[in-house]
T-cell receptor, first 114, second 114 residues
Framework: AQSVTQLGSHVSVSEGALVLLRCNYS??????LFWYVQYPNQGLQLLLK??????LVKGINGFEAEFKKSETSFHLTKPSAHMSDAAEYFC????????????FGQGTELSVKP | EAGVTQFPSHSVIEKGQTVTLRCDPI?????LYWYRRVMGKEIKFLLH????????ESGMPNNRFLAERTGGTYSTLKVQPAELEDSGVYFC????????????FGPGTRLTVT
């Protein structure tokens, strides 16, 4: 069965610092990979996705992620954190011929200090 | 274009009572998914509709949960009778296609069973 592991349930960075949120997946076949963000009192919003095209994926709000098959990782980065980036971030995987259902990681709460 | 809407936003019921959650997907989206997040845990898949048919209900916890999708439009998720462990946030999502396509999430319904 597929699984997703997000390292660190809480990450705190200073404004302007690098954001790095880690995600590892278990799959024998490269799946579809997603990062979603949830701001308070809102639904999940897609940040970016990997679907077997370019391994470096750029998303909204300056975020990007790199698919590394050898490491089964899909870490999310942003060069410079803004206060508005404070939210909960979810990594998710969807397998081929699985109907699109998403398997989520545990989520990482990002705090940004002024 | 209206997004995915869910009703109610919050529901507090007593153990043994019945609750019905509603989801209105984006118009034209054949695929509708239900997910649940129990406090402190990851978001978990419950089931997937394609139009009015259940394609995958492997995540439904037990037979106290009943999901329907009338005419391939809105969907309801009924819990009867509710138990304490059913508390959590129930998310609905819709998408045009399966696989690596974006799922658009509603804001969720927070269910509290006392």
């Amino acid at each position: 069965a597929q699984s997703v592991t997000q390292l660190g349930s809480h990450v705190s960075v200073s404004e302007g610092a690098l954001v790095l949120l880690r995600c590892n997946y278990s799959s024998s076949v490269p799946p579809y990979l997603f990062w979603y963000v949830q701001y308070p009192n809102q639904g999940l919003q897609l940040l970016l996705k990997y679907t077997s095209a370019a391994t470096l994926v750029k998303g909204i709000n300056g975020f990007e992620a790199e698919f590394k098959k050898s490491e089964t990782s899909f870490h999310l980065t942003k060069p410079s954190a803004h206060m508005s980036d404070a939210a909960e971030y979810f990594c998710a995987v969807s397998g081929y011929n699985q109907g699109g259902k998403l398997i989520f990681g545990q989520g990482t709460e990002l705090s940004v200090k002024p | 274009e209206a997004g995915v809407t869910q009703f109610p936003s919050h529901s507090v019921i007593e153990k043994g009572q019945t609750v019905t959650l509603r989801c209105d997907p984006i118009s034209g989206h054949d695929n509708l998914y239900w997910y649940r997040r129990v406090m402190g845990k990851e978001i978990k898949f419950l089931l997937h509709f394609v139009k009015e048919s259940k394609q995958d209900e492997s995540g439904m916890p037990n037979n106290r949960f009943l999901a329907e999708r009338t005419g391939g439009t809105y969907s309801t998720l009924k819990v009867q009778p509710a138990e304490l462990e059913d508390s959590g946030v129930y998310f609905c999502a819709s998408s045009q296609e399966q696989g690596g396509y974006e799922q658009y999430f509603g804001p969720g319904t927070r269910l509290t069973v006392t």
